[in-house]
């Protein structure tokens, strides 16, 4: 646990910053990292310091923490972990993955541009295109893997480059090297929401971005049980500005929720391989479907962007969006009658979630814009859990019809939303 007790100045100044051994691999790591028996009693797992406040010895010298809003003891231990795994020196984690993007976009000031990945989740849109541009920052949406487009949007106002990679829901990938040769060209800060891959299986920041966002909600806690965000970095600069706005904001999680986040995350090499493996079974699966009209998963080699997703990630991870034949009614048909998969929004955790994104995840983006981004309403969104793969699919084939003649096809999806469209 990072310690900042000190005789002269109180604890608002203190750094999250990783020195634990970076020899260990990624597994020893996520169980180690930070968490080493606590000082005060020799608790082998690190405890919940349920506590808003620290005592001072005296005026000026307290024992590391001041103030748990700033800091708290838990908190550490996983902003610890998390840095060590993203291989970044520093980690501030929040309430929320949503509080987490708003850390991020309060380093801008009104006037200010962002370019961003065009199939972010419907949250994220609905938080830059409902709350930030209230305040005077613009925000033009492309499609992440086209340097071109990313190039074009740049005005003399742009400050970041913000992107999901692989995007939710429908798993497009952006090269990350490419764009940051951009963003470091154009001094522009270079932004990724790595949730869907997590660290086990993608480094952005080893890859040239600047800081990386996670909803910890999903695979970094992995148990579906708490809301919480983590914002990492190595670049100095913008850690002392992010710390201030997580400070400042409040937006931080509870001890409770980050010893639940660093428990599932001693587990996340682990379970990220079970995730991957039923991803593949099931996308296999929908393939050979004849319900089924596209599967999306950077695993399989029909993916358009296999080959990039081989080069620059570890493992492909574990969600799989599929369209189904016959659009909404079709789609409802699937999503309201599976078993182990729980119709329900979110995912990473080790029980199978079902999610239909155009009603459900990606709602706040209007049809208009959605549709002609693949969002369409046959469109299902599978997070495979660690359950065995043949219930899953036994699942999915007990829901999906084999005679499929009088069911229509989906909406087309090769229509784009222009560089720098109203939205
Ligand atoms: O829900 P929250 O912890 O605030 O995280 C927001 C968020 C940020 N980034 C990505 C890529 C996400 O997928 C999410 C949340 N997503 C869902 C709840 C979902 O079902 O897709």
Known sequence: MTNCSTTQTDCTTQETVVEAARDYSFATRAIHDGQEPDSATGALVTPIYQTSTFVLDELGVNKGFQYARTHNPTRSALEECLASLENAKYCLASASGLSAAATVINLLSAGDHVIVGEDVYGGVYRLFERVFTRYGITFTYIDGKDLDAIEAAITPQTKMVWLETPTNPLLRLADLSAVAAITKARKLIFVVDNTFATPYFQRPIELGADV????????????????????????????????????????????????????????????????????????????????????????????????????????????????????????????????????????????????????????????????????????????????????????????????????????????????????
């Open 212 to 423: 990386v966002v996670h909803s910890t909600t999903k695979y970094i806690s992995g148990h579906s049980d708490i809301i919480g965000g983590a914002v990492i970095t190595s670049n100095d600069q913008l850690f002392e500005v992010l710390k201030f706005h997580n400070n400042a904001v409040g937006a931080v999680p509870g001890p409770f929720d980050c010893f639940l986040a660093l428990r599932g995350v001693k587990t996340l090499a682990l379970r990220m391989r079970e995730h991957e493996r039923n991803a593949f079974a099931v996308a296999r699966f929908l393939e050979a479907h004849p319900a089924i009209e596209a599967v999306h998963y950077p695993g399989l080699e029909s993916h358009p962007q296999h080959e990039l997703a081989s080069k620059q990630m570890k493992g492909y991870g574990g969600v799989v969006a599929c369209v189904v034949k016959g659009g909404l009614d079709a789609a409802k048909q699937v999503v309201n009658n599976t078993k182990l998969f729980q119709l329900a929004e979110s995912l990473g955790g080790v029980k199978s979630l079902i999610c239909h994104p155009a009603t459900m995840t990606h709602a706040p983006i209007p049809k208009e814009v959605r549709e002609p981004l693949g969002i369409v309403d046959g469109l299902i969104r599978l997070s495979l859990g660690i359950e065995d793969a043949n219930d899953l699919i036994a699942d999915l084939e007990r829901v999906l019809p084999r005679d499929t003649s009088k069911t229509t096809t989906n909406a087309p999806t090769e229509k784009r939303i222009p560089v720098g469209a109203a939205r």
